[in-house]
């Protein structure tokens, strides 16, 4: 694959993210705080991670995978303000069908949106287990992951704020809720499931 281009972002917040729809346009972020905490076998391992969306092209697959859900979206929206329901009358079968619209397209639009974050924590999986086969070194990724989400929480809650919005595309999420709810909308799998993974990866290369 293209070498990607390569940015750091001055940022306490220690994290990496990949960005590009393709392999020529990518680019792999790290920021200053994470440079600063990992040992250089730790940040191997992340950017491994990183390196592994842009050769899966992850982030063309979740654009488009989310394309219907956003779709749906805006229907639901334009339905709901342009006042579709309001100039529905009695039994009109024209006026069923505009109240049927915004439904069936909000209906459509959950269902996209938890099928997407499904997606999306399989492909942070997916990352993992390339970065740990690709560095032979699961420990070093596991170690990287558990050091970033203790040091998340000595971070400025304004700060994490900050950060949250772009979830999606971090190592480890800025903010990671332990309710199941929380976890069935996340965009990332738990710590625990990431280094459970890495620790059955581990027992696979020791085996000879």
């Known amino acids: 694959m293209p070498k990607p281009r390569v940015a750091i972002a001055e940022s306490d917040v220690p994290n990496a993210f990949a960005t590009g729809r393709s392999q020529k346009s990518s680019l792999v972020c790290a920021t200053t705080g994470l440079l600063r905490r990992l040992e250089p076998e730790e940040l191997e391992g992340v950017l491994a991670h990183e390196m592994s969306h842009v050769a899966h092209r992850d982030v063309a697959v979740m654009t488009i995978a989310s394309f219907l859900g956003v779709l749906a979206g805006i229907i639901t929206r334009v339905a709901l303000w342009g006042g579709f329901a309001r100039n529905s009358r009695g039994n009109d079968p024209v006026g069923v069908l505009l109240l049927l619209i915004p439904l069936v397209s909000a209906v459509v639009y959950a269902l996209s949106f938890l099928l997407t974050r499904l997606l999306s924590r399989y492909r942070e999986l997916t990352a993992d287990r390339a970065a740990a086969l ?66 059955r990866i581990a027992a696979g290369l020791s085996r000879p």
């Open 134 to 199: 690709l560095t032979g070194r699961p420990s070093a990724l596991a170690s990287a992951l558990t050091k970033v989400s203790g040091q998340m929480a000595r971070i400025p809650t304004e700060d994490l704020r900050k950060a949250e919005p772009y979830n999606a595309f971090y190592f480890v999420p800025a903010f990671a809720s332990k309710e199941s709810i929380g976890r069935l909308l996340s965009t990332h799998p738990t710590l625990e499931q990431r280094l459970d993974q890495l620790a």
